[in-house]
């Protein structure tokens, strides 16, 4: 953490950034757990996924552990339902068997414990301490309920029946640019120290060096995956990792998730509708194996971790690292498809105004991106404020994604945010793009 004796910022700034964030990540949880009826709440529609209604007491639940009680040094409002939203004590195919909150019950516990916070905000002097320096406590609230709401937006699209959602969908893209460009090799700062509210894991900046290499300018569409489909991409062994290989036979994947083949057309549920398989969006919900072996069949590979972010941070002119790919501004709707505006990825090439300082587009919003890396800790890495939020996940067993789907809330979004899952996950927002490397003569070429 930074220095935390005085802030980097404004606190009158800082304070009203925070009351934003918040608000927003309460306007949207409301609006996930207020368009269905109760026994849609209490209901358990995957046992991958918590019942909505844990969510939303799990949500108010951390927001007093960390605000009220750990900030403000509040008694414990409820100290009986802690064990009941400890995430590690239960896991998700266990919660429904508990006895949570009832509806009712969660959304008043949920709005008491925020009415205490905002009191906590107006008081609370943004230095002297790291959980409050630059309002990071109140960041990292509203970081974890917009999280929670993108877990609920894929509990929606798991329940079965009709659509309850709505959302404008995403204009055209006209893009013609072209299928990959480069990005030069040498060294870039990877990570940061200064972003006010960045979690442990994307800390201490560092250097790394990165050959040349060539990235997809867009994410791979669904019209480009059918072809690896078509080509028998899901029986030829040759594409699959062997644990990937093992997995898709086993439970007979040969498509991505809630894909059905009928008619000699590809049709997807989405949100409670079924609908053509649009050719030209990003193709969504495909497991890091399912990446993996499409990028062997393309002859192409996965980026590595430190790929993904430079291509998204590196500005060649400056030498510096930025905090999105469009610069340092924070996300606006015309630089990526972010924060449930839109219930599903724009068309690929979409957003000019967000690609990068090399023309890569769509790095942020629109699909989670594999890439090739294990999660990992940075160099230099401490656990802060709590060793569950990422040191227990550190290893091979994790996958990274970055870059954010249409799902992420803004606040949760930034060039060094890092998410991560198990290879085999695919109800999740995730998709990818594919990387080679550069040749000598092209190395060379590039470098002048």
Not at 216 to 235: C, E, H, I, K, W
Request: with cysteine; charged share 25%.
């Amino acid at each position: 953490m930074t220095d935390p004796t005085t802030p980097t910022a404004d606190p009158d700034t800082l304070r009203g950034r925070a009351l934003a964030a918040l608000l927003a990540a309460r306007d949207r949880t409301s609006q996930l757990t207020e368009c269905v009826d109760e026994a849609d709440l209490t209901t358990q529609h995957s046992p991958l996924m918590s019942p909505l209604v844990w969510d939303l007491a799990h949500i108010g639940n951390q927001e007093e552990l960390w605000l009220l009680r750990a900030v403000a040094g509040a008694d414990a409002m409820r100290p009986e339902i802690d064990p009941l939203y400890d995430a590690f004590e239960h896991p998700r195919s266990e919660r429904p068997s508990l006895p949570l909150l009832a509806p009712k019950e969660a959304r008043s516990y949920a709005a008491e414990v925020r009415g205490r916070v905002l009191d906590v905000l107006e008081r609370t002097a943004f230095h002297g301490a790291p959980l409050t320096h630059d309002g990071f406590a109140f960041g990292m609230v509203a970081q974890h309920e917009q999280q929670h709401d993108e877990t609920m937006l894929i509990t929606h699209q798991l329940r079965r029946g009709p659509a309850v959602l709505t959302a404008p969908d995403p204009g055209p893209s006209e893009f013609t640019g072209p299928a990959e460009v480069m990005v030069p090799g040498g060294p870039f700062t990877m990570g940061t120290s200064t972003e006010p509210w960045a979690l442990d894991n994307e800390r201490p900046a560092h250097r790394r060096l990165v050959p040349p290499f060539f990235i997809d300018t867009v994410p791979v569409t669904n019209g480009a995956y059918q072809l690896f489909m078509s080509d028998g991409g899901y029986r030829e062994r040759r594409w699959w990792s062997p644990r990937g290989w093992a997995h898709i036979r086993e439970h007979g994947i040969s498509s991505p998730l809630f894909w059905r083949e009928e008619g000699g057309m590809w049709l997807r549920r989405r949100f409670g509708a079924t609908e053509p398989v649009p050719p030209d969006e990003p193709v969504l919900h495909v497991s890091w194996y399912e990446a993996d072996a499409y990028a062997r069949w393309a002859g192409r590979r996965l980026p590595s971790e430190a790929e993904w972010e430079k291509a998204a941070r590196y500005d060649p002119v400056s030498g510096t690292s930025r905090r999105y790919p469009w610069g340092d501004a924070d996300p606006r709707p015309e630089h990526a498809n972010l924060g449930q505006r839109h219930l599903r990825p724009a068309p690929a090439g979409s957003y000019p105004a967000g690609e990068s300082p090399l023309g890569v587009r769509q790095l942020m919003g629109d699909v989670w991106e594999w890439t090739a890396s294990d999660f990992l800790p940075y160099p230099g890495f401490r656990a802060f404020p709590y060793e569950e939020y990422s040191q227990v996940f550190f290893g091979s067993d994790h996958k990274v994604l970055r870059g954010g789907s249409f799902a992420v809330g803004t606040v949760a979004c930034r060039g060094t945010f890092r998410n991560w899952d198990y290879p085999i996950r695919r109800q999740i927002f995730s998709g990818f793009r594919t990387a080679r490397d550069a040749t000598p003569a092209e190395s060379s070429r590039g470098a002048r």
